[in-house]
């Protein structure tokens, strides 16, 4: 059947020779955790300079085939997304905003060196592969059908220049919380380690910036920490983002603060809906810099009453503690804040259509 995404592009679906068994996949449903099992199938584009996207393929999951020489283990070509399947409070199937995933994709792309994906096949691949992994599916609070659409660069060769050759790939995860429960908020460590400088990939999702916030990430956790927050790499002073979610500031006069996109960044899916919602609570709203002296000063004074932590995979996330070699300090009660839990309530509603979505974000599969 030819696509409705790109003319003259036509998927073919093949059989699964074990899928995994309905007893197997509902042990994993029970206590799915986060990004440790995967569904059955998986979606392949393949794209080769001057005959563009072709062989439109969904499989069974499996390993993937590559020459050692492949461009994505020399050169980091590699831009990946990341969104979520939620069942319905009517029964169906729905995305949230995969339109602006695939968006965001083709930035990365460009900023990569990459081909752009059109954004109706960004979209029509994962609705297939949600369609033919329905049953894998988690029921229950916090829990959802995890997306990973990426794509890696596959031509054999050494030499800095663009690949000639690439791959795109769907996969997919039954998720539960991201965080493990009963902690009611995160604990954070600032870094001395910069994730990003103007000029460079911060605005980009692609794996290098994930692999240089690792050891920084782990040195949070070593000191017993949740997450880590980077400040700029220029002045080593203002407040960016945590090692995968943006921030917000809440202050004691209902202003709402959230670091302006500068390039260094990541332009958040869920950051930009929480600055909708907000504003439709008649909330000031400001995106602007945001220093960690005046996070400390804040909180200490009582100004600042909360901080919360936005993303894909996390949501939102309660910030309670902050600590850095000159000490530590508490944001509010150092518990769950009152605007925190309104935001996140109206958001997860949305998503999973028990509240009106007049914002077209929600976008359901037959």
Same mark, same amino acid.
């Given at each position: 059947m030819a696509t409705l995404a790109d003319a003259g592009l036509i998927f073919s679906t093949q059989t699964h020779p074990m899928p995994a068994s309905a007893e197997q996949r509902d042990a994993v449903l029970a206590n799915p955790g986060f990004g440790t099992h995967f569904s059955d199938h998986m979606v392949t584009i393949e794209w080769t300079e001057g005959e563009g996207w072709h062989d439109a393929v969904v499989g069974p999951r499996q390993p993937i085939a590559l020459d050692p020489a492949a461009s994505v283990l020399h050169y980091a070509q590699e831009i990946f997304e990341g969104?979520?399947?939620?069942?319905?409070?009517?029964?169906?199937? %729905?995305?949230?905003?995969?339109?602006?995933? %695939?968006?965001?994709?083709?930035?990365? %792309?460009?900023?990569? %060196?990459?081909?752009?994906?059109?954004?109706?096949?960004?979209?029509?691949a994962i609705e297939r592969l949600v369609k033919i992994d329905s049953d894998w599916i988690p029921a229950g609070e916090g829990a959802s059908l995890y997306l990973r659409p990426f794509m890696i660069a596959t031509e054999a060769f050494l030499g800095v220049r663009p690949a000639k050759r690439y791959k795109f790939i769907v996969i997919a995860s039954p998720a539960g919380n991201y965080f493990k429960s009963g902690a009611p908020a995160v604990s954070i460590w600032v870094s001395d380690y910069t994730r990003a400088a103007p000029g460079g990939t911060g605005a980009a999702k692609c794996g290098g910036n994930y692999a240089a916030s690792l050891v920084p990430q782990a040195e949070a956790i070593s000191r017993g920490h949740d997450q880590v927050v980077f400040l700029d790499a220029a002045e080593h002073k203002w407040i960016e983002e945590l090692g995968g979610m943006n921030l917000y500031f809440v202050f004691e006069d209902g202003t709402l603060l959230t670091p302006a996109l500068t390039g260094t960044i990541l332009p958040g899916i869920t950051r930009d809906s929480l600055l909708q919602l907000a504003r439709e609570e008649g909330l000031k709203v400001e995106e602007g810099k945001y220093s960690l002296d005046q996070w400390r000063d804040d909180a200490t004074s009582g100004k600042l009453v909360e901080t919360f932590a936005c993303g894909t995979a996390a949501v939102v996330t309660p910030v309670g503690k902050v600590s850095d070699r000159d000490g530590a300090f508490t944001i509010g009660s150092g518990g769950p804040g009152q605007l925190t839990a309104k935001l996140k309530n109206r958001l997860v509603s949305i998503q999973r259509g028990e509240a009106a979505d007049s914002h077209g974000w929600i976008r359901k599969i037959a």
């Open positions: 969104l979520k399947a939620y069942k319905q409070a009517d029964g169906s199937i %729905a995305l949230f905003r995969p339109e602006a995933n %695939a968006a965001r994709f083709n930035q990365s %792309a460009q900023r990569l %060196a990459m081909p752009e994906l059109p954004e109706a096949l960004f979209v029509e």
